[in-house]
């Protein structure tokens, strides 16, 4: 983790100003709030200050925010140091890539990225690369753990990540390219990659149980019948009728009717017979 200061005096700029679309916009923002709490909006105003000066956030760019939210220089500064949302040095015009090192990301491979990084844009972080495009920095959890590892550049992350994958990415960002967010496994968010194995009845989310007004037990019934109807044998064909008989299938299928009946029973005491707290003992009553 690296230690969050502000860039020296030589870095920073004279001044700071919203363009008049920002400053509309900025306005807008704060009307949002409550009378009092015009503060609450550090956060938007910081961020579109970072957008309008090319990804960083100045020291004069705070004391403005400070200044349109009533608040001393000294909040606006604890408000853009603690969150590596801001950047407080310039980065790379381009793309400033944020690597997460934390625990699950390192594990599954966040060194190795760290290593893309310094081998495509510099050693360190928080350089630029020599066209002044790029720059890297690693950063503690940004929130997309089961999707490890990963990077985040401004606000779209990159997600189930190789060093070869972030490679690609990072030469797309130098080409002017938007690089395809999300995970880059084939997966959709978060799900497993082979696919969903849990809660994969229609009768969940189609609505066909709405208005039924029996509920679980009637969706566990609709549920077990598709499933004993997908495990039955097909009616026989005419020719196959004389052919001998197939020896018996090791291999149990999944649903029988026998388990249909079973989750029945059971979506029957659900809706009939709802289980009851147990009421604690009388005080000063010991158990055995
Ligand atoms: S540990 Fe990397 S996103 Fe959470």
Request: charged residues 20%.
């Amino acid at each position: 983790m690296s230690v969050r200061r502000l860039a020296p005096k030589e870095l920073q700029p004279e001044s700071f100003a919203f363009t008049a679309e920002n400053l509309a916009w900025a306005e807008n923002t704060i009307a949002k709030y409550p009378a009092g709490r015009q503060a609450s909006a550090v956060i938007p105003l910081l961020m579109r200050a970072q957008e309008q000066a090319g990804g960083w956030v100045s020291e004069p760019a705070m004391r403005y925010v400070g200044d349109m939210l009533g608040m001393a220089p000294i909040r606006v500064y604890e408000v853009a140091t603690f969150y590596t949302q801001f950047q407080l040095l310039p980065v790379g015009r381009k793309a400033h890539i944020q690597v997460c090192g934390t625990t699950p990301c390192m594990l599954k491979g966040a060194g190795d990225l760290m290593k893309v990084c310094k081998n495509k844009i510099h050693a360190e972080p928080f350089h630029l690369n020599e066209s002044g495009t790029l720059s890297w920095e690693e950063v503690e959890c940004a929130g997309a753990c089961v999707n490890a590892p990963m990077v985040q550049v401004v606000n779209e992350v990159f997600e189930d990540l190789t060093p070869e994958i972030l490679e690609g990415i990072i030469d797309a960002f130098e080409r002017g390219e938007k690089p395809t967010t999300g995970p880059q496994n084939g997966r959709k968010s978060s799900e497993p990659v082979t696919g969903l194995r849990v809660l994969t009845s229609p009768e969940l989310y189609d609505g066909s149980m709405v208005g039924t007004g029996v509920g679980l037990a009637a969706a566990r019934e609709a549920i077990a019948a598709r499933a004993a109807a997908a495990a039955a044998p097909k009616p026989a064909e005419p020719a196959a009728a004389a052919a001998p008989a197939a020896p018996p299938k090791s291999d149990p299928a999944p649903a029988k009717p026998p388990v249909a009946e079973a989750v029945k029973a059971a979506g029957s005491a659900d809706s009939d017979k709802p289980s009851k707290p147990v009421a604690p003992p009388p005080a000063g009553e010991k158990g055995n």
